[in-house]
């Protein structure tokens, strides 16, 4: 989907997509963890029927379920989250002829 408008530089283009039931569903897990609210909610956001997106928001909490945070106890009871991520190792070429 696209619309035109002029500018004192010509016609300009701007393309607008909608956004897809994933993106919803994305925006409502980071509002609340309530699944009814967030289902709710990505519903209200693409206008779809609550039990279509009920489904993947139980499809999406089964991702998250194994998601690689933790929430460990710190000093007092206090908890704090610790997220593991999986670290990329970037390997360098050197020119043996200049040694750099």
Known sequence: MSEDWNTKYGPRRVRRDPPTLDEAIFAAIGITDDQQAQTEIAAALMGMPFDTVL??????????ARATTRV?????????SVVVDRR?????AIDKRTGT
Request: no cysteine; net charge positive.
């Open 55 to 64: 489904a993947e928001v139980k499809k999406h909490s089964r991702v998250n």
């Open 72 to 80: 460990i106890a710190g000093e007092q009871g206090a908890q704090r």
């Open 88 to 92: 990329v190792v970037r390997k360098f």
